[in-house]
């Protein structure tokens, strides 16, 4: 029991929490770990550790580190977040975020209200003209 000598507030006992737990293009056996109703698209670790910190945890944010079963080695895949859950006399941090489940729950309810992603959302529409796209010019028949 090498884990029992280590305080909870070490910095090597705080859950990890990567993208793909919340992500809702993933299914369970690729590493979604929340129900898929309240997943979100293509959480990046950076959302995730602005969640944690503005709620007062303590948040790590490592960004070399890659999801074991994510296949996609992608900049945007990248990163891992670490997140105090307990206290070193074993108590939770924070009383409404006693399990790493709840921490998740929560992060992937709030991450869509982030103002980085309302803006994504709200800049997109304007790209689209109406009338283009999806035209072809008619080719010659073949006999």
């Known amino acids: 029991m090498a ?3 280590t305080s909870p507030a070490d ?6 929490i990567y993208p793909a737990y919340l992500n809702n293009k993933k299914t369970i ?3 979604r770990r929340i129900p898929m109703d309240k997943a979100i698209e293509n959480p990046t670790s950076t959302e995730i550790q602005d969640v944690c910190a503005a709620i007062g ?6 960004r070399n580190k890659l999801y074991p079963r994510e296949w996609n080695r992608d900049v945007q895949y990248r990163g891992r977040v670490r997140v105090q859950l307990k206290l070193e006399d074993g108590n939770p941090c ?3 975020f006693p399990t790493r489940k709840s921490v998740m729950l929560y992060a992937a309810e709030t991450i869509p209200k982030l103002k980085t992603r309302t803006q994504k959302m709200g ?3 304007q790209n689209l003209q109406p009338g283009e796209g999806g035209k072809k ?3 010659k028949k073949k006999k």
């Open 3 to 5: 884990w029992a000598a």
């Open 11 to 16: 910095k090597e006992r705080f859950i990890c």
């Open 29 to 31: 056996a690729e590493g």
């Open 57 to 62: 945890l303590n948040v790590l944010l490592e």
């Open 94 to 96: 924070l009383p409404q």
């Open 123 to 125: 800049g997109s529409d």
């Open 137 to 139: 010019g008619k080719g």
